[in-house]
């Protein structure tokens, strides 16, 4: 299988970098972050985008801008990673983690109606591995509830579910252009809102209330310096521009490794939703071996790069940041347990994949934990 042909990314960065730097140094930080909202707004079909110095950062703003702050309760997927619940601490917020079902990655939503208190606020689905869960059920659940819904879609850009972008589901959703991701600006994020007030008060937040929303006085409360810097928003609006390639070429790379391992017994693809258009992000197998958390580890050490055996993934209520849950998430670590998600970059070309189709089936073979 041929990938698709790269549309000389190189010249795209270039040719936006070059009059960025050329006005450097320039405090107020130039046209281009603007322009790069303008362009995102546009992209994903809503009325506002704001452009922050990472995924966290979005986060923050978004939470911020949703009126959560101390003692209230947000709850959030024990799928996902410390980031997403960072800015929670930041902000006297407390997780309530909530569990995932094994069958389809969503969100228990039985679960999550069993911690429901009165102090709960919000509610943060994760896409984790780009993958989507049910906006309709995400929405309804919301709405009985009075929660604001905050998506971190970090890993998710270019899925779809039932023809909705990920990310524009709820109140805001919130992306990383952190290298590794399939729009990318080295370090970065922004977040999507269809409302004004929202989308003022993250402007506010992310550079210290300057300029500050309607009827209020600027530097009129404490807030954060998480603006992303020009020449990084130069990178993210020349990959903007060639984001549908992007995305084909992660979904044409998942395809080729999914394929070339389809046929190795214990491990089984895990499809998609139906109604998703899944981004690709990793490559996700079912591992039905003994000790399969050991196996991805092994697949790490031997050159198979994956988010349990290098980045040691494990579910957000088991880690000694937080107080030990009273009800386990016991679906979120199978689905971690027993999921091996490849890590790709646009860098990976059909012999690296095959490469790493021959480890695993050789690997797999041989496994005797």
């Known amino acids: 299988m041929t990938m698709p042909q790269p549309s000389n990314g190189a010249r795209l960065l270039i040719d936006q970098l070059g009059?960025?730097?050329?006005?450097?140094?320039?405090?107020?930080?130039?046209?281009?972050?603007?322009?790069?909202?303008?362009?995102?707004?546009?992209?994903?079909?809503?009325?506002?985008?704001?452009?922050?110095?990472?995924?966290?950062?979005?986060?923050?703003?978004a939470l911020s801008a949703c009126g959560v702050?101390?003692?209230?309760?947000?709850?959030?997927?024990?799928?996902?990673?410390?980031?997403?619940?960072?800015?929670?601490?930041a902000l006297g917020a407390r997780p309530v983690f909530v569990d995932s079902d094994p069958a389809t990655l969503d969100l228990d939503y039985a679960d999550a109606a069993r911690k429901l208190t009165p102090r709960a606020r919000a509610i943060m689905p994760v896409h984790l591995w780009g993958r989507m869960g049910d906006p309709q059920a995400l929405a309804v659940f919301a709405a009985e509830h009075g929660l604001a819904v905050?998506?971190?879609?970090?890993?998710?850009?270019?899925?779809?579910?039932?023809?909705?972008?990920?990310?524009?589901?709820?109140?805001?959703?919130?992306?990383?252009?952190?290298?590794?991701?399939?729009?990318?600006?080295?370090?970065?994020?922004?977040?999507?809102?269809?409302?004004?007030?929202?989308?003022?008060?993250?402007?506010?937040?992310?550079?210290?209330?300057?300029?500050?929303?309607?009827?209020?006085?600027?530097?009129?409360?404490?807030?954060?310096?998480?603006?992303?810097?020009?020449?990084?928003?130069?990178?993210?609006?020349?990959?903007?521009?060639?984001?549908?390639?992007?995305?084909?070429?992660?979904?044409?790379q998942t395809r080729h490794l999914l394929t070339a391992v389809a046929h190795i017994p214990g491990l089984t693809a895990v499809d998609p939703a139906v109604g998703e258009q899944w981004n690709g992000f990793a490559p996700l197998l079912h591992i039905d071996l003994p000790t399969p958390r050991g196996f991805a580890e092994h697949l790490a050490?031997?050159?198979?790069?994956?988010s349990t055996g290098s980045f040691r993934l494990v579910p957000c209520d088991t880690r000694g940041l937080f107080p030990s849950a009273d009800r386990p998430c016991r679906g979120a670590a199978q689905i971690m347990d027993?999921?091996?998600?490849?890590?790709?970059?646009?860098?990976?070309?059909?012999?690296?994949?095959?490469?790493?189709?021959?480890?695993?089936?050789?690997?797999?073979?041989?496994?005797?934990?």
């Open 301 to 306: 050490r031997q050159g198979v790069p994956n």
């Open 19 to 61: 009059p960025v730097l050329e006005q450097m140094p320039d405090p107020s930080g130039g046209p281009v972050a603007a322009d790069l909202e303008r362009e995102l707004a546009a992209a994903f079909g809503v009325p506002y985008a704001v452009a922050v110095s990472s995924g966290t950062a979005a986060l923050h703003a």
């Open 150 to 252: 905050i998506e971190d879609s970090a890993q998710a850009v270019g899925t779809t579910r039932e023809g909705q972008w990920a990310g524009t589901v709820g109140t805001v959703g919130c992306f990383s252009m952190k290298d590794g991701k399939i729009l990318w600006s080295g370090e970065g994020g922004f977040l999507l809102t269809d409302r004004r007030e929202v989308a003022e008060y993250a402007a506010a937040f992310r550079s210290h209330w300057l300029p500050a929303p309607a009827g209020q006085a600027p530097l009129s409360r404490l807030a954060t310096n998480s603006r992303l810097a020009a020449p990084l928003a130069a990178i993210a609006l020349a990959n903007l521009h060639r984001i549908s390639h992007l995305v084909q070429l992660r979904q044409a």
């Open 69 to 89: 702050g101390p003692g209230d309760e947000v709850l959030v997927p024990a799928l996902t990673v410390v980031m997403t619940v960072a800015p929670l601490a």
């Open 338 to 369: 027993h999921t091996l998600a490849v890590v790709l970059t646009e860098h990976d070309t059909d012999t690296t994949l095959e490469r790493y189709a021959a480890v695993i089936a050789r690997e797999a073979a041989a496994w005797a934990p």
